[in-house]
């Protein structure tokens, strides 16, 4: 190896044929943003190949899973290999399970900068700029006959800077690491780097994020490799729309207005990344049972709200979802009234005072008929859980059968 600097892309986790999740009334102005999505995070991360003039790309599978994804991704692909191929920027793929379905990848005639593992063995190719090696490249994609081992690439580590593509993270904790300086990890939507330093291990997660759950950041690496061999890793975001749980405090008493103050201030903050963005919004703090907000009512206004004042904007903050942590600890008056409420908070209460006492769904629902693989999953027996399903019991009790108690501050119109 000529001992130069290079750089280097490693991508992965596309998934060309997933759609965004968690969107249960997703608003038309935004359809095309969200179904395209995936494609506009994958084109980033082509973008940016280009853009920091690397030496070639490193994808560690799940790109697409061809039998669904259809004609659109695989085109969408080849358009972009060739893009970087006018560039000469190579392409190393190792293909994964889902990118190896039916094998339809190999009947693609696929730009001649792009190179795609063999499947039966790891495969070792070297990486030239003009005449001087640079790198070797070691790799195998998937193959029902065999899973993935760490052993397989080191017992063909010969000296130089070599990397490692796995299209998933295999026994990198259990086998030795040296003689590989990095292993280009793939297999994750969520980015992560097991180990650093003389030898790095990595994997940059999938270009965007998919549900809720998938907050953050997401993008490629860019690989710098010093002279010396050195390794440096800098994230670059792709997503073309980001996810966000945002919790905000609202103290019981105040008026609804301070909380929509601190909910604008917030949405200004999100608009500030000049990115369009989905919104799960958490409303929690002391005392807040004697807010508006503990009516589903008011939720539901505050909402629309939002979604009318930011949810059309450049870029657009799309609230999803406008919640209240349920109590902690039912109230002594709500226990003690003489009313539905107080009935049903009660029995609420005594569910939670004795945790021995066993409490059975089916017998809740009645007569109607359960999906058999429900059936099992009737017994509340995990303590986390059973505690859950109570405290939204009671918060649902408080939103149906405690009357409009509002305070006289608290009737600030939704637009405040």
Known sequence: MSGQSFRFIHAGSFHLEGTLAGISDAPEHMLELLV???YEAAENVFQAAIREEVDFVVLAGDLLDPTHAGPRAVAFLRKQFEK???????????????????DCIRMIEWPANVRIFESDKVEQLTHFRGEHAIADLLGRSWTSQRSLRAGEYLSLSVGGYQIAVLHERA??????????EYWAVGGSKVPDTPFSGIVTAHCPGSPQGFCPAETGNHGCTLVSVGSDGETRLRMIETDAVSWYQEQIDVAGGSARSEAHNELRSRVRTLAEQDQAALVNWQLSGIGRFDSPFAQSKQRTETLNWLRR???????PI???????????ALRAEWCEEDSIMGDYMRVVSGYQE?????????????DHQLPARLQSETWLTDPF??????RQAALLGLDL????????????????
């Open 36 to 38: 395209n999505a995936p």
């Open 84 to 102: 970087l191929g006018e560039r000469g920027i190579s392409i190393y793929w190792a293909a994964s399970e889902i990118d190896s379905r039916e």
């Open 171 to 180: 026994d990198l904790f259990n086998e030795p690491r040296q003689g590989i």
């Open 309 to 315: 004042e930011y949810g059309f904007a450049t870029p």
């Open 318 to 328: 799309w609230s999803l979802s406008l919640n209240l942590d349920p109590p902690h």
């Open 354 to 366: 004795h945790d021995e006492r066993p409490i059975e769904l089916r017998s809740l629902i009645g």
């Open 385 to 390: 859980e059973r505690d859950e399903v109570l």
């Open 401 to 416: 059968l405690r009357g409009d108690d509002r305070m006289p501050h608290e009737t600030a119109s939704s637009s405040s």
